[in-house]
Structures are given as structure tokens and as C-alpha cells.
């Protein structure tokens, strides 16, 4: 009698990863982005809807959804596709990594001469809505001051500030970029409530706005006010699209104005801020 030969011995074919087919439409800085997940491995597409699930909320923007300026639409897979070679254990994270910067340009263009923006972190009273605006560098210490006080204060941004002419924000409540360790270089793509870090219940509107200066030969905080001239010559290097509004400088010094004059922070550790803080996010408008 011929031997009937054993199932395991002629396998099928291999089955194909499964792979999403879905798009995502991010809410921020008043803008509407349609995030494309298609073609990506299920389990990346789940870890970007992770990381920007605080952008997924139609009001999340600050903007009425009828108002929202579109953004267009960011196709993940087709940017980022070789970013995934097999056996990479990092590849996802620089994926998820180098997308937020993507995200924030799309963002940032479709902004481009309708609202002031700022590089800069932003914190607020959870119900007033007063709020701190801190101008920095990237690297300078904006994400680690929105982790150090957004327990009690609720996170905003640690990366582009959108403030409309009437001194509201427009937040962007993206994933806070941790630097990871040792891997110089690699950032992890983490959601504020993650990190425990409150949603505002309240409109953002600006209450105070401060260049800060982080200087590990500091004791305490140094507050310096600054003069126009000097906030302009600080300020405008961490703008974006700052030629294409009406009146670019003028939109500057007027919010120094609103806000009570820009102020300079050096300091040695966050915590040294929390006075300033509190007073700024403190203030009725």
C-alpha cells in the first residue's frame, strides 16, 4: 500500500504579512491631514494611531471641523517604504520618527501665512485655558519641560505653537519625541496620556510667551525682559512662514504687548521655572 504522505510534508504557500488599509485623518494646528496607513504591516499602522491618538478628535485642532484648513494627505508607506528591512528591531521607531517631522511640515504649510507660529512648547491652566508659550531651539528643552509640568498643567505642543490673531492656539497635541537611550540619535514617538500628561478643557489662548535658555552653570532662574528690538532678533529665527503674513513684525511685537512684554528664562533645571509658570499660566485674560 502506498504511504500517504504526511500534511506538514507539502506546505502551502506562505502566507503574506498582513498589511493595513486605512487612512487616518490627524486634527492639528487648525488643520485637517489625511495620515495614509495603506500598505503598512498591521502592527505599525496600530502603533501610529497610538502615537497620534490625541490628534484624532475632530475638535482636537482647535478649530471648528467646517473651518479646518486642509493639509492634504501624508501616504506613510510611500515616503517611508524601504524604512523597514526585515530583522531591523528600530525600523518602526524611526518610521513613526521620521513621520512626525513630515507631519509637522505638512502641517506648517498648510499654516503658511494664515497664523503666527512659534518653535515652541506650550502648557496651559486645564479650565482657563491661560497658557505659556516657551521659544527654543529644537533640543533646548521644550519636551522636557512639557513633561515636567503637563501633570498639572495640560500639554499643548513641544513642537509649533499656532497662535491666530485673536492670541488664541490652534494646539498640536503630536506625540512627545523621547529621546531614546543609548541609541544616539533615535527618539520614541510617545502620546501625551502615555506620559500622564493632562488634555485641555478650556480654549488655549496666550498668556505669557518666554525664550528660554537652558545653563547648566545657573543657580535658580535668571528672568530678563526684553525690549522689542531684542525679542524680534530672538524670536523671528524660531518662526515659520513669518514673511508670508500681513504684517510679520508688527504681529510680533503686538503679542508681546497682549501678553505683557517677552521675557528671557536662563536657567539650570526645569523645575527652577515653575514661579514664572505659575504666574503665567495664573493670568486672567
Aim: some cysteine; glycine content about 8%; overall charge negative.
Amino acid at each position: 500500500m502506498p504511504t500517504v504522505p504526511s500534511p506538514r510534508a507539502h506546505p502551502g504557500p506562505t502566507a503574506s504579512p498582513a498589511v493595513a488599509d486605512e487612512v487616518v485623518d490627524l486634527h492639528a494646528l487648525g488643520a485637517r491631514l489625511a495620515l495614509d496607513l495603506s500598505g503598512l504591516p498591521v502592527e505599525v499602522a496600530a502603533a501610529f494611531r497610538r502615537a497620534w491618538q490625541h490628534c484624532l478628535d475632530p475638535r482636537a485642532g482647535g478649530a471648528d471641523p467646517a473651518e479646518e484648513v486642509d493639509a492634504g494627505a501624508f501616504v506613510v508607506a510611500e515616503r517611508f517604504g524601504e524604512a523597514l528591512p526585515p530583522g531591523d528591531e528600530d525600523a518602526p521607531a524611526r518610521m513613526l520618527m521620521r513621520a512626525t517631522q513630515g507631519i509637522t511640515k505638512a502641517l506648517i504649510a498648510a499654516q503658511a501665512g494664515r497664523v503666527l507660529m512659534l518653535h515652541a512648547g506650550a502648557l496651559c491652566d486645564p479650565t482657563t485655558g491661560a497658557a505659556v508659550v516657551f521659544v527654543a531651539p529644537g533640543g533646548t528643552g521644550k519636551t522636557t519641560l512639557s513633561r515636567t509640568f503637563g501633570t498639572s498643567l495640560a500639554y499643548l505642543t513641544d513642537e509649533t505653537v499656532a497662535v491666530t490673531a485673536d492670541g488664541r492656539i490652534l494646539p498640536y497635541r503630536k506625540p512627545l519625541s523621547i529621546r531614546r537611550d543609548p541609541h544616539r540619535g533615535l527618539k520614541d514617538e510617545v502620546p501625551a496620556a502615555q506620559l500622564g500628561l493632562l488634555a485641555p478643557r478650556a480654549q488655549p489662548w496666550v498668556a505669557g510667551v518666554v525664550v528660554i535658555r537652558r545653563d547648566p552653570a545657573m543657580v535658580g532662574v535668571a528672568v530678563e525682559p526684553m525690549d522689542v528690538l531684542d525679542a524680534i532678533v530672538a524670536l523671528a529665527p524660531e518662526t515659520s512662514s513669518l514673511p508670508l503674513l500681513a504684517r510679520p513684525l508688527s504681529r510680533l511685537a503686538e503679542l508681546g504687548e497682549a501678553t505683557g512684554g517677552f521675557r528671557l528664562l536662563r536657567y539650570a533645571e526645569a523645575v527652577d521655572l515653575d514661579p514664572v509658570i505659575r504666574e503665567i499660566t495664573g493670568r486672567a485674560r
